[in-house]
């Protein structure tokens, strides 16, 4: 097995953030860096400031042993920034020197807990198929035409700057978004299933992916600021310009109102639990409202003959946030694994191709997913033509 290097989180977080790749761009409103508490209510619906048992929540998050308190999340968190990163390496001109499958799997496997332990079987499972379809593709060359020709092709390859299995899913894409859900929210609800100290508050954030700043930036001047993870899409899908807070500040709120809830003891316990039941609600409506995202951003994108790879590459991204929560606790999410099939379905995963090969015909599918999804989630007409933006 080839040595792998280590990368440091802050040098990859530019990798782990929306828009990192291709198509997240193309529908840019700048943002703006002023994000706050949100100056009208709590994720109790009270006033900011006070909650209903009379804890104050506080302005802004503090916590001096954070890198304590968090330090298992924040190794899960750097080894979802070295696999990305490591896949990432292969996106050059040429395939020499690059990892093999056990130098994937072994990022996987790292640490205690690893992500493997913390993910589900679903997972463990989708994952390790996407590592060896990606060693199967290093050094080959792959195109949709080719795969719609031969069936999907006996294995997959480079098509563009990224690598794609035989049935064009862009492996890269897929496979942070994955753990983004299979894994790490996973791993949340084995946190919040004890009882919330001050402690689980600083782990939650740190699986979440933002720094004790909450600042809301995935610029790449924000320095040790930036969101990575969940956090970054969260901000990405959240129109500071408005009045009503989208989803990265509802955490943020959330967050700080767990803060001031478990310091003030047991008499401020309903509104912990509101609070935390508000992060765990944001979390999935963060990851399908990413999903609406990336979706339309293959289905417009498949339009120019000139830009397949983006597209796939985007569809990559979509289907890595719609499976991220199959094999989850059902009790523990909105969305059942039969609805995440009948999407699976309807978006043409085993066939990614035809989004190339047919791309009028599988357009319309993804919009009609898109659909699907806003009546799974309960998302209104203004909330996913809001989704297909990124701010």
Not at 382 to 388: D, H, N, P
Request: charged share 25%; glycine share 8%; aromatic share 6%.
């Amino acid at each position: 097995m080839k040595t792998i290097r280590l990368v440091s989180l802050a040098s990859v977080l530019g990798a782990l953030i929306v828009g990192a790749a291709c198509g997240e761009d193309e529908a840019l409103v700048r943002p703006r860096l002023d994000t706050g508490l949100d100056a009208s209510t709590d994720a109790s619906g009270n006033e900011a400031g006070t909650l209903a048992c009379g804890a104050v929540v506080p302005p802004k998050y503090e916590s001096a042993a954070f890198a304590t308190n968090a330090a298992v999340e924040l190794a899960l968190a750097q080894r979802v920034a070295e696999l990305d990163a490591t896949m990432k390496s292969t996106e050059g001109a040429s395939d020499a020197g690059v990892p093999a499958v056990a130098d994937l799997k072994a990022i996987y496997n790292a640490g205690s807990p690893s992500l493997r332990a913390v993910s589900t079987t679903f997972a463990q499972t989708t994952l390790d198929g996407y590592f060896d379809a990606f060693e199967a593709a290093l050094g080959k060359e792959w195109k949709p035409e080719d795969a719609e020709q031969d069936g999907g092709g006996a294995e997959g390859g480079k098509y563009g700057d990224h690598h794609f299995s035989k049935a064009g899913v862009a492996l890269r894409a897929a496979t942070p978004k994955v753990l983004l859900g299979g894994a790490l929210y996973n791993h949340v609800l084995g946190l919040v299933a004890a009882p919330v100290t001050e402690a689980t508050v600083d782990r939650l954030l740190a699986a979440f992916g933002a720094s004790t700043a909450l600042a809301g930036r995935t610029d790449a001047e924000a320095g040790a600021e930036a969101d990575a993870l969940l956090a970054a899409y969260a901000s990405q899908r959240d129109d500071k310009s408005s009045e009503t807070p989208g989803p990265y500040r509802k955490i943020r709120t959330a967050l700080l109102t767990m803060k001031a809830a478990t310091a003030a003891g047991e008499k401020c316990n309903a509104e912990r639990d509101a609070a935390v039941a508000t992060f765990l609600s944001e979390w999935e409506r963060t990851t399908y409202a990413t999903a609406i995202h990336y979706l339309d951003q293959a289905a417009r994108t498949a339009a120019d003959p000139l830009k397949g790879s983006n597209a796939l590459y985007a569809f990559g991204e979509a289907l890595g946030f719609i499976e991220s929560f199959k094999g989850l606790p059902a009790e523990k999410r909105r969305i059942s694994d039969a609805q995440i099939d009948a999407l699976l379905t309807k978006i043409g995963t085993a066939t990614a191709y035809k989004l190339v090969t047919g791309a009028g015909d599988r357009a319309l599918k993804l919009n009609e997913a898109i659909n699907d999804i806003a009546l799974y989630q309960g998302f209104t007409p203004a909330e996913v033509e809001a989704y297909r933006k990124s701010f």
